[in-house]
């Protein structure tokens, strides 16, 4: 039996989005698959929850995702870039059989979908640009439609790009569709070209929102409301540096034949803000009654903080937060759901190595309850009348959808995407441990070769030392990184992770002791479950390689510019002067929150905390991989560091990824992401005693991975 191969990503299904019935009688989920080298098909499909295969339920075309019942049942709506563009567009579906139809040929793709309660409308927000509006793109654009790229890219704004694309004056709006009328409507009303006479009065399409900010977070409270938010500033302060979100109920009156025409008017008598909030992002659930829930940082030192739940209570103004008292910050990935009654709410956070869902009475009063996820990541969620719908990956499995009781009990597996992959993989539970370091007690694991046997006492194998990113996240024995830690120990090295002071899941004080000091503090913890390790008969102290991405490329650069320790080290997408990249992200407030200054105030002190400062000390053999358009790590500061490590000798080689952004291990090309972790094997094997493979620089560039002898664009 092989163990698991980085190849093997090229086979791997991810269930995703998970989403109960109406009726609580089946789960609709995404299912998403490598298709080629560079591009991913993603389909809806359906699963019984009372057991059964599950069923493909959209064809495979395109990429789908957000699928969202009708609150009867009816229909299904998704998102979907299936069609004559790439452009993501909302489609509905009968699900008891038919065609799927498209609503719209909108120019800014769709998101945040969802139905208001009486099944009439769908909510949906669009990134769309000044002329966009002024054009009638919103609601109808050529498919053969592109707009003329910047010659000269003339910025305005703080933060003019994120993920891999810059704004150019898009802002994201909100709309609503009336789907009745459109699908009454033919093809010509709904996708005619740009020559057509649009007439945005009678479209199915309502632009709710307008002008030159952001609206985030919409919702919907009853049929006739939605809510959202959008970032304000003080009179002297930019927009961007702000992290204020002003939140409005939003009447829909003003699409009565009676309200005003002009735009500006009808927001001003149609849209009231009723509270602020403060944080990185501003995420919405309402009830029909007039509860809207949101979530909250505190702005001081926000990057360190715990993020809560707020419920806002439309009817007299008062303000609960029933997440108060749990010492555990509310993630955004999973996010956080009312039950159907509105009594309820449901959200997930990290907590000691697992993502877990918890309850707690929407009028706090009660403290939250931890229904399920012990020893899993949760990473969605749909909450029904008597069921949760769940997906979860765990130390044997990269990932399925499972569904319980809504107190969390009665759990069942309903899908096993990948169960013909693993049936000749053979996948070894790690082994979770606990060391103390300067008083604090540091969750971690030990993953071993497939072959490893407890009773072969001479038999030893490298180790490999991962450090995840953040700096304030956590890492489990599944999620993102499944796939590369059993890669690595399939290859013969045993796998340490850990989750040192300033990951999340262990309360305030331990995501915030690493203020003003994200190297020395983790470093220390670190290198302190790593003496632990290396006390294992089976593992060569010896032989010690380190890896990390994002922070963890900021402390692989950072530990191999303060110990000799490690024969090799791979440094990914990191962040390596901190004054560039404050710079240059669009997360700039990370560096204002976590060491509590800026460049101007001390830069002297953000320079001995940069890890290019120290690159004179550095001589570790050291791979640095970047993705080209990765705005949330810029490679300028990943060129600097190899730069340094050129000049002073280091053995090292930039590898470079084309199209790539930050999310290039969790959701790249799937050559790339395969071309990854074969480059991380082969540079350590390049070092080792343990392996007959020559250094990496000593190779041909593609030499032994699956790009094989095909051109490279590294200079």
Not at 15 to 40: C, G, I, T
Not at 280 to 293: K, M, N, Y
Not at 471 to 497: D, K, N
């Amino acid at each position: 039996m092989n163990g698991i191969d980085a190849t093997d990503y090229h086979d791997l299904t991810h269930a995703e989005e998970p989403r109960l019935s109406p009726a609580d009688d089946r789960v609709a989920f995404v299912r998403r698959e490598p298709d080629d080298e560079k591009s991913s098909t993603a389909t809806v499909h359906t699963v019984p929850v009372g057991g059964d295969e599950p069923t493909q339920f959209t064809v495979s075309e395109g990429v789908d995702s957000q699928p969202r019942w009708r609150p009867d049942g009816e229909y299904l709506a998704f998102a979907s870039t299936r069609g004559e563009s790439d452009r993501q567009q909302l489609w509905v579906v009968p699900t008891d059989g038919g065609e799927a139809r498209r609503l719209t040929g909108v120019v800014g793709g769709v998101g945040d979908l969802e139905w208001s309660p009486d099944g009439s409308k769908l909510l949906f927000t669009q990134q769309v640009s000044a002329p966009d509006r002024e054009h009638d793109r919103d609601y109808v654009v050529d498919p053969d439609y592109e707009p003329e790229k910047p010659d000269p890219r003339v910025v305005d704004r703080m933060v003019y790009r994120a993920a891999t694309e810059y704004f150019d004056g898009r802002r994201s709006h909100v709309y609503v569709v009336d789907v009745e009328t459109a699908l009454e409507a033919d093809e010509s009303t709904l996708f005619g070209d740009d020559e057509d006479e649009l007439e945005p009065d009678s479209h199915p399409i309502t632009r709710l929102t307008s002008g030159d900010i952001d609206y985030v977070g919409p919702t919907w409270g009853d049929a006739e409301t939605i809510y959202y938010g959008a970032k304000v500033a003080d009179e002297d302060e930019h927009p961007d540096d702000s992290l204020t979100y002003e939140l409005y109920e939003h009447d829909l009156a003003a699409d009565d034949s009676d309200a005003p025409a002009d735009e500006e008017t009808r927001e001003r008598d149609h849209v009231t803000a009723f509270t602020e909030t403060t944080g990185w992002v501003a995420a919405l659930e309402a009830t029909a009654d007039g509860l809207v829930a949101f979530t909250y940082t505190p702005e001081e030192k926000a990057s360190m903080r715990q993020t809560e739940i707020r419920v806002h209570d439309r009817t007299d103004g008062t303000e609960v937060t029933p997440t108060e008292t749990l010492d555990r910050t509310v993630g955004y990935g999973s996010g956080f759901q009312f039950d159907p009654a509105g009594e309820s709410l449901y959200f997930a956070t990290p907590d000691e190595g697992s993502n877990v869902l918890w309850s707690v009475p929407a009028d706090a009063s009660d403290e939250p309850t931890k229904v399920h996820g012990d020893g899993a990541t949760v990473e969605a969620f749909s909450v029904g009348e008597d069921s949760l719908a769940f997906a979860q990956s765990e130390w044997d499995h990269p990932g399925d959808i499972f569904v319980s009781t809504r107190g969390g009990n009665e759990v069942h597996r309903l899908t096993r995407v990948n169960a013909d992959l693993l049936a000749d993989r053979p996948v070894r539970q790690p082994e979770e441990i606990w060391f103390e370091n300067d008083g604090t007690e540091i969750q971690g694991w030990v993953l071993t070769p497939p072959e490893f046997d407890a009773d072969a006492t001479d038999e030893a194998y490298p180790l490999v030392v991962e450090i995840h990113g953040g700096p304030h996240s956590q890492w489990t024995t599944a999620g993102t990184m499944w796939h590369e830690f059993q890669t690595l120990a399939a290859e013969g090295y045993v796998v340490f992770w850990c989750n040192p002071r300033g990951s999340t899941g262990y309360g305030e004080e331990h995501a915030m002791a690493i203020e003003r000091d994200w190297g020395d503090v983790t470093l220390s913890d670190v290198l302190a479950g790593v003496e632990d390790v290396c006390e294992r008969d089976y593992v060569d102290e010896d032989e010690q390689y380190v890896t990390g991405g994002s922070f963890g490329g900021f402390m692989t650069a950072w530990t191999v510019a303060n110990t000799d320790r490690f024969e090799a080290a791979v440094s990914q997408r990191g962040v390596y002067d901190l004054t560039s990249f404050y710079g240059s992200t669009d997360a700039f407030k990370l560096v204002e929150g976590d060491f509590d200054t800026t460049p101007w105030e001390e830069p002297e002190f953000l320079w001995e905390q940069s890890p290019v400062a120290h690159v004179d000390a550095v001589d570790t053999p050291t791979l640095v991989l970047h993705s080209d358009r990765d705005y949330r790590t810029p490679a300028n500061t990943a060129e600097l560091f190899y730069l340094g490590l050129q000049k002073h000798g280091v053995d090292t080689r930039l590898v470079r990824y084309p199209r790539e952004g930050h999310e290039l291990s969790r959701s790249g090309e799937p050559g790339h992401v395969v071309d990854r972790i074969e480059r991380i094997v082969r540079w350590f094997d390049g070092y080792s005693d343990y392996t007959e493979a020559p250094p990496a620089l000593e190779r041909d560039r593609n030499e032994g991975l699956s790009a094989g002898s095909e051109d490279s664009d590294e200079e």
